[in-house]
């Protein structure tokens, strides 16, 4: 069964750093483009990073740029996603998926930037 799991959200300050991680089931990541969204309560889904599959080409929505940083490990079929600097404008539930998304979403995982 293919599944994306997301992991490593938390509650943090603002200011802080957080590392989440996206694992693959029952499939490769490694020929795909994979991209990380967030939805924070009452908006729509919005992309905020990606990396295409060799790692060697990235991209950030405006908002994150310079403080989020993507990179993949296709040797341990992850891609992860370093939030530094965080803001309470971060807190969302964080997913991965393909990019752009095509397949079935995952449960994600939750960030909350608060003091």
């Known amino acids: 069964q293919l599944q994306l799991v997301e992991s490593g959200g938390g509650l943090v300050q603002p200011g802080g750093s957080l590392r989440l991680s996206c694992a693959a089931s029952?499939?490769?990541?490694?020929?795909?483009?994979i991209g990380w969204f967030r939805q924070a309560p009452g908006k729509e889904r919005e992309g905020v990073s990606c990396?295409?599959?060799?790692?060697?080409?990235?991209n950030y929505a405006d908002s994150v740029k310079g403080r989020f940083t993507i990179s993949r490990d296709n040797a341990k079929n992850t891609v992860d996603l370093q939030m530094n600097s965080l803001k309470p404008e971060d807190t969302a539930i964080y997913y991965c998926?393909?990019?752009?998304?095509?397949?079935?979403w995952g449960q994600g995982t939750q960030v909350t930037v608060s003091s």
């Open positions: 029952g499939f490769t990541l490694r020929f795909k483009a």
């Open positions: 998926n393909t990019n752009p998304p095509t397949w079935s």
């Open positions: 990396i295409n599959n060799k790692g060697d080409s990235t």
